[in-house]
């Protein structure tokens, strides 16, 4: 007989079957989700025709063809250069923090450029790279190399917090006049102070404040959280305000170049809203694609928009990273 509290010992193959049955669960509600979030902005996008007499191809057609595509393309393609410029450069810090101080940005460069090849199925993939780089080349463990990532991660969403609560408190009537459908005007500011609240807790528990004996702070994975500071937070962040700052105005010209009249405040306030939304894990980021006709309602054509500029920023991205694949097969052994 099994004595009580003994370990329950569970069947591979079964333990298998059910995460391959919650995989194709979770799969499901998110493409029921994408699917509404399609149907939604169709509905929309249809309405709007209608009452000017077209069908929606035919108003999507003349929205595209209107465009100014030279200067979008120019403008794509320096915006894109410039994020990768930056990006790697704020990832290179905090490699330099935590994992290899003697790593050189020009060591790193092209590997953070190469994993924009994955990033094409998924960001985190990408960062996922980038720690298997620094475990293969530098002898940094896997769990250490991982937790750069996910402070990094964290401080991406921060840096979105941020100056989204920057654009809501300097143009706040624009959020009420888009808040006729939901209610951003409550629902942001209460994020925003949420979040407010818990990143000096979340320091300062990490930091040890609170003791030093919690389980989950001593966890492996969190050890850039350990060693992280308030500054190494605030500097990050600088490092990265750039590409936020630079997605802004470069989406309110591409924009314009679209013929749609939107400012640089409105931008400011509702950008990082939607990028916090093209987190979310949904196929062709269908949550960010609701949100721009949710928060630009007399335009439901800009959520086709968005999805040209995703699919080109990635597209370009990973273009670039070809270019470097074959230096970084070599110097990896690949």
Known sequence: MTESGDDQRIDPETESAGRKKSNWIFKLITYAITIVCFYLVFNKTEATAA???????????RFFAEADWTAWLALM????????LI?????????????????KLKELLPIRASAYILSLTNEQ????????????????????ALSTMIMVGMVEIYQLMLFSAIGVFLYFELVQQASSATALDVILPNIFL??????????????????????????QIFYAFREAGPSKYLKLLLFKAPTLLGAVAVYTLALQLFNVDVGFGQMLAFLPVIFLAAAL???????????WTVLFPDYPEVGAFSLIMHTFFVLFNAGVG????N????????
């Open 194 to 219: 949420c979040a407010a609240i818990y990143l000096p807790i979340h320091i300062a528990f990490f930091r040890g404040l609170f003791g030093k004996d919690y389980k989950l702070r001593n966890v």
């Open 327 to 334: 230096k970084v097969n070599k110097e990896l052994g690949w």
């Open 51 to 61: 009452r000017e007499g077209l069908t929606v191809l035919e108003y999507l057609s």
């Open 125 to 144: 993939v990408g960062k996922g790279a980038l720690s298997a780089y620094l475990w293969q080349r530098h002898d940094v463990p896997g769990w250490r």
């Open 281 to 291: 894990p949904l196929p062709f980021h269908s949550g960010a694609l609701l949100l």
């Open 87 to 103: 990006d790697s450069h704020a990832i290179w810090r905090a490699v330099r923090w935590f994992n290899v101080p003697e790593l």
């Open 77 to 84: 393609g320096a915006y894109s250069l410039f994020f990768i």
């Open 322 to 325: 070809v270019i470097f694949l």
